[in-house]
């Protein structure tokens, strides 16, 4: 949990989750790289090894003189020539399953991104381009008027996701929710948007709909958190569910801190 974009001689311990070898190309000549998942009891990391450490699912290993890199600003464990990797006997019993990285949106705003991490807020806001979108079939990317910035005029793809913002009085940050969870979380299936869209000749409908069911309520999210320079941090979210606040367990909570403070 403690990694960060840029750091140098790190050392970690950790039990590998997942690992592949991947073929490339690196300044024209052929490489192998071992990529996957290694996690602790606080969280896990995306991993690069450039030399084969012989690493399998399942083992537990220490990594000595490794360096992080990110991308999208997701930290990203790197280590190769330089690095020391040995096999510990230490199993973290099973953390395929572990639980997120919890943290406050104020932490994810000074910390920039993240693997798997869980949160929790209210959402203020539905953003623009949410509700009923078309996707360009070969890129994914959302189109305007059959228009993709990639691909040029296509046939699009119908889809529906929600852009919130989420506030949970330390910050606020965005996040894209796509169709299943959308779909769970409104009730609003993408077969009930299109019928609605064709018979009140308009598809912004769907985003007002959408908004009545989700605005001012307290919701847990949990994904992967990228930097975005222009926009800041933004979560990609993978599981998430309204949350029901004990609003007088808070108040109680919050008054306790306040005559602690006066006293």
Not at 23 to 43: C, L, Q, Y
Not at 47 to 74: C, E, H, P, Q
Not at 166 to 173: K, L, P, R, V
Not at 250 to 263: M, S, T
């Amino acid at each position: 949990a403690d990694l960060r974009e840029g750091i140098g001689n790190v050392s970690v311990t950790g039990k590998i989750i997942s690992v592949e070898a991947r073929a490339i190309t690196v300044k024209g000549e052929p490489r192998t790289v071992f990529s996957g998942i290694i996690a602790d009891e606080t969280g896990k990391v995306q991993f690069s090894a450039w030399n084969d450490f012989n690493l399998n699912n399942g083992d537990t290993v220490s990594i000595k003189n490794a360096y992080i890199r990110s991308w999208n600003g997701i930290p990203q464990l790197n280590f190769g020539d330089k690095a020391e990797v040995n096999k510990v006997d230490d199993t973290f019993g099973d953390l395929s399953t572990a639980l997120a990285n919890k943290k406050t949106i104020g932490e994810i705003l000074k910390s920039g991104g993240g693997m798997d991490i869980e949160t929790c807020g209210t959402i203020i806001e539905l953003q623009k381009n949410s509700g009923l979108i078309r996707r360009c079939p070969h890129c994914n990317r959302s189109t305007i008027n059959g228009e993709c910035q990639m691909h040029g005029t296509v046939e699009p793809t119908d889809d529906l996701r929600m852009k919130i913002t989420i506030d949970d009085g330390s910050g606020a940050i965005s996040a894209i929710v796509s169709r299943d969870l959308t779909e769970k979380l409104t009730g609003i299936t993408l077969a009930i948007a299109l019928d609605l869209s064709r018979a009140r000749g308009e598809s912004e409908i769907i985003s007002k709909s959408i908004a009545e069911r989700v605005v001012m309520k307290h919701i847990a999210v949990r994904g992967n958190v990228m930097k975005k320079e222009e926009f800041g941090p933004m979560m990609i979210v993978k599981d998430a569910a309204f949350d029901e606040v004990d609003v007088k367990k808070g108040a109680e909570e919050l008054l306790a801190k306040v005559e602690e403070v006066i006293q």
